[in-house]
């Protein structure tokens, strides 16, 4: 049974940085993206990153790309968000996800086929 657990949010001062990472289990997931998306109270779900699980190709959402540093440790099996520089419109729950790979639809939530539980990050001001 394929699995997504994310782990490391909680709650984080403005200015401040958060890495959330997220432990895949039950397939290969070579021929995969794993993303990061996320959804504040109210807001529609939003991509965040993604990176291709065998070669290492990242995307970023434009606004986000020069603070959030997503990477993979395959031996782990876990992909990671590592958020500096750290604002209150970042305060939201992440959620990590798995697609196939296709480079056009990387950004596409309704792409991917298997999503983890969400962690909550809250930056305060």
């Known amino acids: 049974q394929v699995q997504l657990v994310e782990s490391g949010g909680g709650l984080v001062r403005t200015g401040g940085s958060l890495r959330v990472s997220c432990l895949a289990s039950?397939?290969?997931?070579?021929?995969?993206?794993m993303g990061w998306f996320r959804q504040a109270p109210g807001k529609e779900r939003e991509f965040v990153a993604a990176i291709g699980w065998a070669g290492g190709t990242t995307y970023y959402a434009d606004s986000m790309k020069s603070r959030f540093t997503i990477s993979r440790d395959t031996a782990k099996s876990t992909v990671y968000l590592q958020m500096n520089s750290l604002e209150p419109d970042d305060t939201a729950d992440y959620y990590c996800?798995?697609?196939?790979?296709?480079?056009?639809?990387?950004?596409?939530?309704?792409?991917?086929?298997?999503w983890g539980q969400g962690t909550q990050v809250t930056v305060s001001s």
């Open positions: 996800a798995a697609a196939p790979e296709k480079k056009q639809r990387v950004r596409d939530s309704s792409w991917y086929v298997q």
């Open positions: 039950g397939r290969d997931f070579a021929g995969y993206h």
